[in-house]
């Protein structure tokens, strides 16, 4: 029985990646579009702004209880990174890039966060990926090489602004996976706000107080499924299967961002593309096929984070009808327990090995 729910929650926690790619893929030549019309400060900045407007129904309804738990949290240091790399230099770097190549290019570098993030969770964070996760990294870096190959060396600058976006998320990446004292949710929308704001703050310096309102709410809406909506699905797969799996799972993102760019741009689509995908799905399905299992020891603690009681470890008991079985996020209590189970460097599983 307990074996079904692990492929359940893994196979969920696979779907939520998967998800969070496609969104976030379709904005790459969507906001090429969009560079037309704003300086790439102004369309980072109104990107994440649209990011946290996604959340602020819930954050209204929830501030009491998350914006207690976002006080009481340790890892302020850690959120500060996350809004620093992740809501500011990110995509600024991100913009940069795409203003000076195509999208399809930008789609295609856009792979290397993978490998950024699976350098630093290997070093610094405690992930431990066996034969399988990294045989599945090194099908998705052929992957991004075959399609690279197509390339001329013309957009090696664009290429250096890409690849500096990516450390910058990887790092974003990390830190969001072990941050577990406020929702994806808090995260997402103190993100935006605290990075958007900026990046618009100096774009609209820059471009002395002036921009293109009649485009400002397709940026927004951009932001809030690319970056709003797709940040928590990631931020919740990554707290699940640890941030290097997922990022596999994200790494699909490219794909969408060429096949959006294929549509909207009339950008070249060929059999180069459609191989580097066929490899990458490879590297999908190995990353998946297992983890590693062991007797491990969880120490006590109380945090938040979003769970259901299907995976062995919340066990803690709801007064409201159904809530045991439904996806979801508040402060609860872990006693101390050491068990075996096959389980991912999720933040209940970063341990030595």
């Given amino acids: 029985m307990q074996g079904l729910v692990y492929k359940q929650m893994k196979a969920r926690s696979v779907l939520t990646g998967l998800l969070a790619g496609l969104l ?6 969507l906001s090429k579009i969009m560079l037309s019309q704003f300086n790439s400060f102004q369309l980072a900045g109104l990107l994440y702004i649209g990011a946290a407007i996604a959340f602020l129904p819930f954050i209204i309804k ?19 990174g996350v809004i620093f790399f992740g809501g500011i230099l990110g995509p600024l770097l991100l913009m940069i890039g795409l203003k000076t190549s195509n999208a399809m290019s930008v789609s295609i570098w856009l792979n290397m966060e993978l490998v950024a993030t699976a350098i630093l969770g290997i070093l610094i964070f405690k992930d431990h990926l066996d034969r399988y996760a990294m045989i599945g990294i090194l099908l998705t870096l052929c992957s991004g090489i075959i399609i690279s190959s197509q390339e001329s060396s013309s957009g090696i600058i664009s290429a250096v602004f890409i690849l500096l976006a990516c450390i910058s998320w990887s790092i974003d990446n990390q830190l969001s996976a072990i941050i577990d004292g406020v929702s994806p949710q808090v995260i997402t929308f103190v993100k935006g706000v605290f990075g958007g704001v900026t990046n618009l703050t100096i774009g609209m310096y820059l471009n002395n107080c002036q921009i293109q309102p009649n485009y400002i709410p397709a940026a927004l809406l951009i932001g809030v499924f690319s970056y709003g909506i797709s940040i928590v699905l990631y931020v919740t797969s990554a707290q699940n299967l640890g941030a290097t799996r997922s990022q596999i799972l994200f790494s699909t993102a490219p794909f969408w961002g060429i096949f959006a760019a294929w549509i909207f741009l009339h950008e ?61 996020s508040h402060m ?19 341990h030595d090995h």
């Fill in 268 to 328: 070249q689509l060929n059999m180069i593309v459609l191989g580097s995908f066929s490899v990458l799905v490879l590297g999908i399905l190995f990353t998946n096929i297992a983890s590693h299992g062991h007797a491990h020891y969880h120490k006590g603690m109380v945090h938040i984070h979003m769970h259901s009681h299907d995976d062995s470890h919340h066990d803690h008991i709801h007064t409201g009808k159904g809530e045991n079985s439904l996806k979801h």
């Fill in 62 to 80: 929830n501030r009491k209880a998350e914006f207690t738990a976002l006080k009481r949290t340790g890892k302020k240091r850690h959120l500060a």
């Fill in 24 to 29: 976030f893929g379709v904005a790459t030549p």
């Fill in 332 to 350: 609860h209590e872990h006693k101390e327990n050491k068990h075996t189970h096959k389980h991912f460097p999720d933040m209940h599983h970063r």
